[in-house]
């Protein structure tokens, strides 16, 4: 059973406007979410994130959303940039059993043509 | 700054065989953990060391086991390989401590190494 889940493995957007990717998790007991980007032949690379304190956290062009009560987080690029071509993850922490790792979403592939 | 490193980049090994990787976590880390990622796969939470003790476990055999030095860094060894183990290994590291402080900072990845079983 998948705890965490992005359910649209790719997304295409224009240049200059905004990229939502989203994801959906079932364990209510995370308290902590991440968004990581991936480049091919690269590790991922830490993005935002968000405590479960919170409902939105800006940096720059990046903001993540949180919905407890959908157990439901977004995270919105605006504006998008050809760079921000990438495999993004969605992960969580906190749960029972999950002390100190991560559980990953399988990633949503972002595609911003110039 | 210098990143999580890990070594090799690749490595091949047959059926029955040990393999060692190595990371070195990011200056004033503690925290080392390990990822699995399978081909098809997401990444899978292998194991967490902190000041050098193994804090959580994954789903995995006996047979994936590690350690942590005094100088943070670790080492993953995966003994009598089998043909599922090809995958890429992630190995990420954080500022450490327990509890809500542990969960609630990012954990920082190298690049990983390929391990392909023949």
């Known amino acids: 059973d998948q705890q965490v889940k992005q359910n649209s493995p790719s997304l295409s957007v224009q240049e200059g406007r905004i990229s939502i990717l989203n994801c959906d998790y079932t364990n209510s007991m995370f308290d902590y979410f991440l968004w990581y980007k991936k480049y091919p032949a690269e590790g991922p690379t830490f993005l935002i994130s968000i405590s479960s304190i919170k409902d939105k956290n800006e940096d720059g062009r990046f903001t993540v959303f949180l919905n407890k009560s959908a157990k439901h987080l977004s995270l919105h690029i605006v504006p998008s940039q050809p760079g921000d071509s990438a495999v993004y993850f969605c992960?969580?922490?906190?749960?029972?059993?999950?002390?100190?790792?991560?559980?990953f979403g399988k990633g949503t592939k972002l595609s911003v043509k110039p | 700054e210098a990143g999580v490193t890990q070594s090799p980049t690749h490595l091949i090994k047959t059926r029955g065989q040990q393999a060692t990787l190595r990371c070195s976590p990011i200056s004033g880390h503690t925290s080392v953990y390990w990822y699995q990622q399978a081909l098809g796969l997401g990444l899978q939470f292998l194991l967490w060391?902190?000041?050098?003790?193994?804090?959580n476990r994954g789903n995995f055999p006996p047979r994936f086991s590690g350690r942590q030095f005094p100088n943070y860094s670790s080492e993953l060894n995966v003994n009598a390989l089998e043909l599922e183990d090809s995958a890429l290994y992630l190995c990420?590291?954080?500022?450490?401590?327990?509890?809500?402080?542990?969960?609630?900072?990012?954990?920082?990845f190298g690049d990983g190494t390929r391990l392909s079983i023949l």
């Open positions: 990420a590291s954080s500022l450490g401590g327990w509890g809500w402080e542990a969960n609630n900072q990012p954990q920082h």
């Open positions: 992960a969580a922490s906190g749960g029972g059993g999950s002390q100190g790792n991560l559980i």
């Open positions: 060391y902190d000041e050098g003790e193994e804090r």
